[in-house]
């Protein structure tokens, strides 16, 4: 493990349904992101949390809707998905955002059938 | 917008080569770079961390370079092993909200 700790790692659901996505880090770090990442795409940053605050929405859907109740854990709540939103979803924490100490969890591979 | 580009996409060689991956970047202005590792269905493993103050960072087998004016940066593997089999990833901070941008990476297949 890195210190990154996300769940689950692996999420099949249907286009109706509600389900979440947690990640929680005990680095210390004050910066969370929530990555995407598709066949044959680059990553691609969705949020990013600093001090439990969003700074960063990268014209993401709403039917991804993200949650950071502390400085250790980080949601990402998920309504009425489509099958292109099928991927891999990476969960990083960094110190302030400088790059310094960038740790990724293992991530959730879903599935949206 | 910051765009980061790695050739090549795909790279397979054998077992003791010495191997350079590329990575370009877009905007001069950034605050570091990074070398990552995904192993297939796996996260992240941060491998280099090169600041843009600094040229070049070493780890083992690993030398990463940085030329900030020219966006470019080259990941330097000597005497590759079969366990260094992997996507390589680079990634670029920068931007107000000090963001990572990555490129698509560089699937490198060491044979035995």
């Known amino acids: 493990e890195t210190g990154v700790t996300q769940t689950p790692r692996h999420l099949v659901m249907g286009m109706t349904n509600k389900k979440s996505l947690k990640c929680e880090q005990h680095?210390?770090?004050?910066?969370m992101y929530w990555y995407k990442q598709s066949a044959k795409k680059p990553l691609e940053l969705m949020f990013v949390?600093?001090?439990?605050?969003?700074?960063e929405n990268n014209s993401v859907p709403s039917r991804f809707s993200p949650e950071c109740p502390n400085s250790s854990h980080l949601f990402l709540h998920l309504h009425t998905l489509q099958p292109e939103d099928s991927a891999l979803y990476l969960c990083?924490?960094?110190?302030?955002?400088?790059?310094?100490?960038?740790?990724f969890g293992s991530g959730t591979r879903l599935t949206v059938v | 917008k910051q765009e980061v580009t790695q050739i090549p996409a795909a790279l397979s060689v054998p077992e003791g080569e010495n191997l350079v991956l590329n990575c370009s970047f877009t905007?001069?202005?950034?605050?570091?770079l990074q070398w990552f590792r995904q192993d297939p269905g796996k996260g992240l493993t941060s491998l280099l961390l090169?600041?843009?103050?600094?040229r070049e960072q070493t780890s083992g087998r690993l030398n990463a370079s940085l030329d900030k004016s020219s966006g470019r940066s080259t990941l330097y593997i000597a005497a590759s092993q079969p366990g260094d089999s992997a996507t390589y990833l680079c990634?670029?901070?920068?931007?107000?909200?000090?963001?990572?941008?990555f490129g698509s990476g560089t699937q490198l297949t060491v044979l035995p």
């Open positions: 990083a924490s960094s110190q302030d955002g400088t790059g310094r100490g960038y740790t």
């Open positions: 680095l210390g770090h004050n910066a």
């Open positions: 949390y600093s001090l439990e605050e969003r700074v």
């Open positions: 905007d001069s202005a950034i605050y570091n």
């Open positions: 090169i600041q843009s103050s600094q």
């Open positions: 990634a670029v901070n920068s931007g107000s909200a000090r963001q990572l941008t």
